[in-house]
């Protein structure tokens, strides 16, 4: 089995990421208080590393990134991601000494 040149050098990918979040605190008794928050993010991976081609023979120059994989095209396998979270909570509180 011959795999050929090994040795290559790659960078790591580059991201774009973006989000907003939201916090709320309410008191809308006297001792009971409401609290409430939620984000909401969303990541994409704006370039793929390169792995160069380094065979003779392949498809893809020399050189250039690898572009096919036994002959299938191949693309970023990551992307987009998009994430929405949240809580809420409600309290109750009883002042010490007011049993």
Do not use: K
């Amino acid at each position: 089995m011959h795999l050929g040149n090994t040795t290559f050098d790659i960078n790591g990918p580059t991201y774009r990421v973006r989000g907003v979040e939201i916090q709320l605190v309410a008191r809308v008794a006297e001792g009971l208080t409401v609290q409430g928050s939620s984000s909401w993010n969303s990541t994409e991976q704006t370039n793929a590393p390169c792995l160069p081609s380094n065979v003779p023979g392949n498809p893809t120059p020399i050189g250039q990134c690898i572009t096919q994989v036994n002959g299938l095209p191949y693309t970023n396998p990551y992307g987009r991601a998009r994430h929405l979270s949240g809580v809420l909570t409600a309290a109750a509180v009883q002042p010490a000494g007011e049993v």
